[in-house]
């Protein structure tokens, strides 16, 4: 019986009675034979029916669905001989297709500057340049005082407002 160190001692045995059966465990336990394990047989296995028997905890990751049909799925192509480091075939065909398709809108780029007259050339610079201006004047707006945009705000609806009553 031992005696753990929340729990009172019985009002009849001294102390000394208590060490001296816990030294005669610790000899026990020193004369018992290893028998060659790392760890020492549990209690549970002596068969006592009285006792709970513990239960293996399930891993969550092993539980989950997904890696249970991944695991399948390396499983078979084990099985077949395939490599793991091969794509499954749907995702091969996959990246096939986009690669060709971006190969395909390349060409059709490079055609068309090709094709372009030296008047569409101009017009796109153009073009470009006025929607890198209109994102600096954007970029200027956005440090600009609150009071100074809500009043910007106002003279457009003012005019979208006369303008519409002229109409």
């Given amino acids: 019986m031992s005696w753990g160190a929340g729990q009172h001692l019985p009002p009849g045995l001294p102390r000394a009675t208590l060490r001296k059966s816990a030294s005669m465990y610790t000899e026990i336990q020193r004369e018992q034979p290893d028998s060659g394990n790392i760890l020492n047989q ?3 296995i ?3 029916p009285d006792l709970i028997k513990p239960k293996k905890l ?3 990751v092993k539980a989950s669905k997904s890696h249970q049909e991944l695991h ?3 499983l078979m192509n084990h099985k077949r001989g395939l490599s793991m480091e091969s794509k499954p075939e749907l995702q091969r065909v996959l990246e096939h297709r986009r690669r060709n ?9 490079e055609e068309a500057k090709k094709l372009q007259s030296p008047f569409e050339k101009e017009l796109l610079k153009r073009h470009q340049r006025l929607d890198q201006l209109e994102k600096e004047q954007e970029k ?10 809500v009043k910007e705000n106002l003279r457009r609806t003012s005019t979208v407002t006369g303008i519409e009553k002229a109409a």
Wanted: proline letters at 10%.
């Fill in 42 to 44: 549990p209690d549970y």
């Fill in 46 to 48: 002596d068969g006592n």
């Fill in 58 to 60: 399930l891993n969550p």
């Fill in 72 to 74: 399948r799925e390396l």
């Fill in 101 to 109: 398709q971006l190969i395909r809108q390349k060409k059709e780029e």
């Fill in 140 to 149: 200027q707006e956005d440090h600009a005082p609150e009071f100074i945009k």
